[in-house]
Every structure is written in C-alpha cells, then in structure tokens.
C-alpha cells in the first residue's frame, strides 16, 4: 500500500476534489481487498461494529446491491433505506433525514440522489461519513473508480493511455467521474456523441470532443460506453433508438476498426441492440462482468478509507 | 431642532459637490451646506474623514408583505434598508396577494404606514396576479400614486399583452420595469449555462433567454415611444443591446445589481443555494462587461434585488432552492470596494448609480442634497473593514452569498427626514 499518502476525508463526494495520490490509495486499497471475495469466507472484520446506511432516493439495483456487498465483507452492518418506505414521502427533508441518520450512531451514508449536489450538501451539515453513490448528473465517483481500476488490472497503467467515452455525456454523472479521474492519472480522454449531448464547456475538462465515433475509437484502448436512457428524455434532446444504434452504437463492424484488445465497458444496466450490440458485450473484448466484480473491491476500499478518515479527524478535533 | 453634520466629504453630484463641507439641517430639511458652519446645533456629528452622500434610494426591492411574512416584513426590510445606507426604496409587487389593483396598494400603504421606516414607494404588477394574461388598471394604479409596474420575477411572454401594457402606460406616464427572460429558454435551469452548469451537473440558463427579451421589450417600447427600465442586467450581451439601442431610444434606462460585479458562476462552485439567483451569476467576462457598462454609463443604476427566503427554502437541494439574495445590508460596501477601490466609478458617478438616477427613473424627489429637501442622508466609513456575519443581519432572512466575507465601508448613520434612524454601533 501507498506509504505516503494518508487518507484525511470524511467523505467521498466525486473525483473532481481529489488529488491524483488519493485516487492511487484508493484503487491500491482496493488490489488489497478483492482478493477477499475469492476466499471461502468472504468476510474480513475492518469495519467490525460499524453502520453503514443506504440511502437511495433513485431506484438503483446495482450500486446498492454492490455496496451492501461490500460493506457486508467488511463485516459491517448494513441498513437499506428506498424512498418508497421513509419519511421522505411525508415531506421530511434531506438534511433532516441525514440528521436521524447520525443520531442513530450510523458512521457511513452512501446515497444515490437525483438532484445534483445532493451528497455535497447533506456531508457539509453531518458529521458521520457520506459516500456519493450518484447524484443527478454530477458524479458517481465509485463507478469511475472501479472503470480505472478495471483499467489499470487489465492494462497495468493509466497514464498514457488513450480511453473514449460514448454516449450521453449531457446527462451523464459517470462520464463526469471517469473524465475528471481519467484525466488525474494521466489518460487522453475522448467524448464521443450527437452534439446536442455535449454539454457547454466539457472541453475544458481537458478532453477531446468528437461527434465521430469512427474518430473515438480509432487508437482507443478502452471505450466506455454509456446507457442511452431513452425513458428519461425529458428534454427532447435524443435522436431515435436506431439511429443512434447506427451512428453511435458499438457494433462488431465498429470493432473490426479499432485496436484488436481495445476494452469494451459499460456501467450498466445494457440497453442490447442500442448502444451496444449483444455480440459486443458477451463478446472478447467485454470487461463488463469484470466490472462489477471489481465494483466490490473499490466499495471495500471506499468505505474503509472513509471511516479511517472520519476517526483521524476525531482525533485532531479531540 | 438643529442637526449638524461636521467636516465630511460630501459627495451630491445633483449640485456637483465633491469636497469637504458642513451640512446643516433644520426643522428635518436641509437648511445649508458650507464650509465651517458656526452655529449652535442640538446635536453634531463629526463626520471627518467619513463620506456623506444622498440617502441611498433603492429601486428593486422585495419586502414580501402582504402574504410571506416569514421570509420579510415591511418593518423588518426597511429596518435592514437603513442599516445599509437606503433611505427611499422601491417594494416589488409579487406579494400574496400580488399588488395588482387600487384596493392591493391600499392594504399595502396601511402597511407601510404603520410599520415602514424608510420611504418606501409602491410599484404594482403589469398583469393580474402576474400571469401574464390581463392588464392591470393602470390608470387607477396610477391614482393610487402607483409609481412604477413590473411583473418582476416574470416576463410578460405574450408580446401582445405587453404592447398593449406599454401603450396605456405610455398615456398615464408610468414607469415600466421590466424582468427580461423568455422562460421557455430558461425552464428548469438553475445556474449560468455554460461550464458551470456542466461541471456541476446542473440545467443552465442561457444568456438568451435574458437578452433576446430584452431586444423585444426595448422594441416595442420604441414603437410605442414610452420610457422603459431594465432590471436586472447580468450579461455582455445584455449590456450592447442597451447601449446600442440607448443611442435612439427614449427614455431607456437600465439597473444591475451589485452581484453581478462582484460575483461570478465560479462562486456556484460547492451548490452554495445563496448563488442561486435569477438572472444567474454569470461568467468571468460577463462580470467585467458589467463593470464595464458601470463605468462608461451604459448601466444607469444600480440596486439590491433584496429577495430574502427562510432558511427552509434555501437549505436544501439546489434544485430545489429559491432564487434570490438579500442585498439591503451590504450593497453599498460591495459597491466600495468592487467599483471605487478597483477605480471604476469615482464617488460622484457611484452616488449617481445608488441615489441620484434610480430618484431620476422613478420620478421622485430624492437622491439630492439640495437646500430645502427632506433631509435624507448618508454618512459612512470608506475605509473600515469588517466581516459580514449572519448575526448581525437585521432582515428577516439571512440568505446573504456575502456571509463569513470581508467587506469594506460601513454605514456610519442613517439620517432620514433629518432625523438619525440608525447608528452603527461603536
């Protein structure tokens, strides 16, 4: 493990505010932890005693499940709270509920939230940790982290490497995670799609645009690619299905072009036939099953740092 | 009763004074400025190396009653107003119930007339309940000593309505302020759109939707030939239309508010709810065109847009936030130290901006130290420096983007019809 680096936070709200050596510790924390899911007993007791709460305010299976996992492995214990069941739906508002949360002595929230900033604003009123599990269109800092370390296990370095990301980069809090920690450790970021799916300004992010997909693959050693969510166009904003499957999807044709071990990603769940082909994703060049694998190592390491960094700042403050 | 005010640096552009002087008040009116004064006064102020100007007259402000009184009073935002500096202002009317008939601006004037402490003039809706759909009754407005109207906080979206508002307006001689913002552009957008709203992952509000109505209200004023106010002004482009159009048009004036040189759509960084305003805080460059349109005269005044929410609509989601600021308080120290101290505007073009052209706008008597005139006055500490704390804030609401920040200029007393209603506290 990194020796030099401590972790100091509280919480992990997106990568945008951490350093290039923080998002290092993070993924060689997590190297150490994945090979705790490969034992017969998959459990080790670092957050023994400890509570985490899901706090979910979007539907979400597999970030959940993924943290629940992890946090499970870790040996804490782990309560799940859906809007559908809560005081929510009485009116009750979000730093309240994140206020209840602390009286009831739980050391971690981790939510997934509609509305951007939602995990920025409830960690600035509470003491206890939050981890952001996503949040509106702004990051999803753990799903990035587990594409770089994806990365990182199949192709041994970050830096240097040239990684396209496909799709609705508008609207998309993974893309904003992947570009901010991409370009941190040292990758050629390519954003790739319709032009009324660029967002203003991404461009000083420090990334290439493109509305070429030919152009986005071509040299790329990753692409990820993300979920159309035609059922949230709220804003007119998409072309059809399949003339996005024909401009942008990836296909076996499109593949044919592109480095032969270029990786395929994508954070799910899979729109078939739209953004991706079947044979894509079941296909060779598919990491996407290895990506939730890693998705519980990076949790581990998320939800272990955080709680490190929560009892240093106790001991400063005491 | 004799009050008077000893060595201050006076500053009344009205009669062109800019320097050391006295200034006595009698009987609640001005009765002299000169230097040395020598007469025996019931009370002196030692104004010496502080600045006295015209009581600061505020065009864009709202008080929120009638109806949300829990967010301001009228008591509560005129106390506040003469901590800043402001002496006369103007209250918006988007009030539960809205000010948009004579009976309205009666139940607000019994109001005013028992909990106000500065002046306060009354603006009314140009539409019934500010939708935008039925003009008000202006010429009874008018009666009412209705001074200006505005559907602030909206846009009159049909143009034919609001011709049809600028013409009656244009035969009562009524003042027409208008909020410039095609919402059909602007809809669910939160922040400046732009790098900003990317970043954060917000929907933006573009410049478009501010200026292209402001294209439209200027034309049909034009072809209508009656005076026009733009509130509110926040970006470049804003500024060139009204410049270039200034150059033919009658009676066009236009305000800006002091966030708009002071802050930028990088302070939105952190979702901080209280630099969620409307228009949004806008770029870098933006900020320098303001200060910009400020200098060379294009900007004809500049007011607060003091809109105070609760703290339950502010903290909270920013989507989900109010718009708004308050800004009573600590207008006059933003405009100290981003507009004097950076050398934009000299004392005498500041006063213009704060008192002497919003008095001009509305058609009042005030912003002007002149001999005779109710003595509404000013004074103030260029140079003392402090922090702004949620405190010491006398609004109601305490949604300032300016707490825990040093500020500079402190309103020493606030002198209102020759009476002192505020001291600051030593």
């Known amino acids: 493990m990194n020796k030099e680096t401590t972790w100091v936070r509280k919480d992990l709200l997106g990568l945008e505010d951490l350093s290039r050596e923080e998002i290092k510790l993070i993924l060689s924390t997590a190297e150490s932890f994945k090979e705790v899911s490969t034992r017969e007993i998959k459990k080790v007791p670092a957050l023994r005693g400890k509570t985490v709460v899901n706090l979910f305010y979007e539907p979400s299976t597999r970030t959940r499940v993924s943290f629940e996992v992890a946090a499970k492995r870790l040996s804490a214990d782990v309560i799940n709270i859906a809007t559908e069941t809560s005081s929510v739906k009485k009116g009750e508002t979000l730093v309240d509920t994140g206020r209840n949360i602390q009286a009831l002595k739980a050391d971690i929230i981790v939510m997934r939230h509609n509305y951007s900033g939602a995990a920025v604003m409830l960690a600035r009123h509470l003491d206890i940790s939050v981890v952001n599990a996503g949040d509106g269109w702004h990051e999803h800092p753990t799903q990035a982290l587990l594409d770089m370390f994806t990365l990182k296990e199949k192709l041994g370095n970050i830096e240097g490497l040239n990684v396209s990301i496909v799709g609705d980069i508008a609207h998309s809090r993974v893309a904003r995670s992947n570009i901010w920690g991409l370009t941190k450790m040292g990758a050629k970021v390519t954003v790739c799609a319709p032009q009324m799916l660029i967002p203003p300004g991404i461009e000083k992010m420090a990334v290439r645009v493109t509305n070429d997909i030919e152009a986005a693959l071509k040299n790329a050693d990753a692409v990820n690619v993300l979920r159309m969510q035609f059922e949230r166009d709220d804003e007119h904003a998409f072309p059809q299905q399949l003339e996005y499957l024909k401009n942008f999807g990836i296909t076996e044709d499109r593949l044919l072009k592109a480095k032969k071990n270029m990786l395929v990603m994508h954070p799910g769940p899979l729109n078939r036939g739209i953004e991706i082909s079947s044979e894509v994703a079941d296909g060779t060049n598919s990491v996407i099953l290895e990506q939730v694998t890693n998705g519980i190592a990076v949790r581990m390491a998320v939800l272990f740092l955080v709680a490190q960094g929560r009892d240093k700042k106790n001991e400063t403050s005491n | ?426």
């Open chain 2, 1 to 426: 009763m004799k009050l008077l005010i000893k060595s201050g640096w006076v500053v009344d552009p009205a009669n062109n004074i800019d320097g050391i002087l006295d200034v006595l008040i009698e009987n609640g009116k001005i009765a002299c400025l000169q230097k040395d004064i020598t007469v025996k006064a019931d009370k002196i102020i030692d104004a010496s190396a502080k600045i006295v100007i015209p009581g600061i007259v505020d065009m864009h402000v709202h008080l929120r009653e009638p109806g949300r009184e829990d967010k301001e009073t009228v008591a509560s935002g005129t106390q506040a107003a003469l901590k800043g500096g402001v002496t006369s202002l103007l209250a918006m009317p988007n009030t539960t119930p809205a000010i948009d008939s004579p009976a309205n601006v009666d139940l607000l004037k019994n109001i005013i007339k028992k909990s106000a402490r500065c002046n306060v003039f009354i603006s009314a809706a140009i539409t019934k309940s500010r939708l935008g759909k039925e003009i008000t009754d202006i010429a009874g407005l008018k009666k009412s000593e209705v001074i200006a109207i505005t559907d602030d906080g909206s846009s009159v979206d049909d143009g034919k309505i609001f011709l049809k508002a600028l013409q009656k307006c244009a035969k009562e001689k009524m003042l027409v302020i208008a909020h410039c913002e095609d919402k059909a552009l602007s809809k669910n957008g939160v922040v400046n759109l732009g790098f900003i709203s990317t970043k954060l992952g917000l929907r933006g509000i573009s410049r478009e939707s501010e200026y292209l109505r402001i294209e439209r209200d200027i034309e049909l004023a034009q072809r209508v030939k009656t005076g026009l106010h733009i509130a509110h002004v926040s970006c470049r482009e804003s500024v060139e239309i009204i410049a270039k159009a200034k150059k033919k048009a009658v009676a066009l004036t236009c305000e800006t508010a002091p966030h708009y040189f002071s802050l930028s759509e990088d302070d939105v960084a952190g979702y901080d709810t209280n630099m969620k305003i409307n228009p949004p805080l806008r770029a870098k460059e933006d900020v320098l065109a303001i200060r910009e349109g400020l200098r060379s005269g294009v900007i004809d005044a500049i007011a607060s847009d003091h809109a105070p929410h609760t703290e339950n609509e502010k903290d909270i989601e920013f989507d989900r936030a109010e718009f708004g600021k308050i800004g009573l308080e600590s207008g006059l120290a933003v405009c100290v130290m981003e507009l004097i101290d950076k050398q934009i505007l000299s004392w005498p073009e500041l006063v213009r901006k704060i008192s002497l052209n919003p008095a001009k706008i509305l058609g009042i008597n005030k912003g002007r130290l002149s001999v005779g005139l109710e003595a509404d006055i000013t004074i103030l500490d260029p140079n003392k420096e402090f922090i702004l704390k949620k405190e010491t804030i006398v609004s109601k609401s305490k949604n300032s983007p300016f707490i825990g920040r040093k500020v500079k200029g402190a309103v020493e007393y606030t002198i209102l019809g020759g009476k002192i209603v505020y001291e600051e506290a030593c």
